[in-house]
């Protein structure tokens, strides 16, 4: 399907693997397909296989994907992308060696459209609205505090499992 589109748009969002702890970059196509806007998950891409987590890393898996696994020949590649959406992490966003700004330089792109993705925005400010409510800012703190305490020690989770057996 992206061999044959006429232009395309791509989408990134690095996570880590709670088993592995190692990063993974899920990589994005966008294309129009009979004018209905298509989106497709192209790859979760181990950043380890790349050679880390840096800008250079991501951007080379961004690459990859597109012209390794969608078989898409560089020249449609570089021509085609019109637009690339992150978070705002500046691995991806930085202005002068961020994923982004290096894909733009790639093949003189200056119609990349870049775009900071409107849900991590939106997931920002509502995080510092609330952070500014100090009775929040202490039932986050507490939260935080009982996730790690639980997700450090086997032996709290043990009990608390046996507590919950109990209450059943």
């Known amino acids: 399907m992206m061999q044959r589109a006429n232009f395309f748009s791509g989408l990134m969002d690095g996570s ?50 597109f012209v ?21 992490a500046s691995v991806n966003m930085g202005v002068y060696k961020g994923a982004c700004t290096q894909l733009k330089a790639d093949h003189d792109r200056n119609w990349l ?17 609330f952070m500014a409510d100090a009775a929040f800012r202490d039932i986050d703190d507490i939260m935080m505090q009982m996730y790690y305490h639980f997700r450090n020690s086997e032996k709290a989770k043990r009990i608390l499992f046996k507590l919950l057996l109990l209450l059943e």
Do not use: W
């Open 16 to 65: 880590q693997a709670r088993k592995t702890g190692s990063e993974k970059e899920l990589v994005y196509g966008k294309i129009a397909v009979n004018g209905c806007p298509t989106e497709l998950l192209l790859k979760c891409q181990d950043m380890c296989e790349i050679g880390g987590e840096d800008a250079q890393s991501v951007k080379s898996a961004y690459d990859k994907t």
């Open 68 to 88: 390794d696994v969608c078989k898409m020949p560089e020249d449609r590649y570089a021509k085609l992308m019109v637009s690339i959406c992150t978070d705002g």
């Open 113 to 129: 459209f870049i775009i900071h993705c409107s849900n991590h925005r939106l997931e920002l400010a509502i995080k510092d609205a």
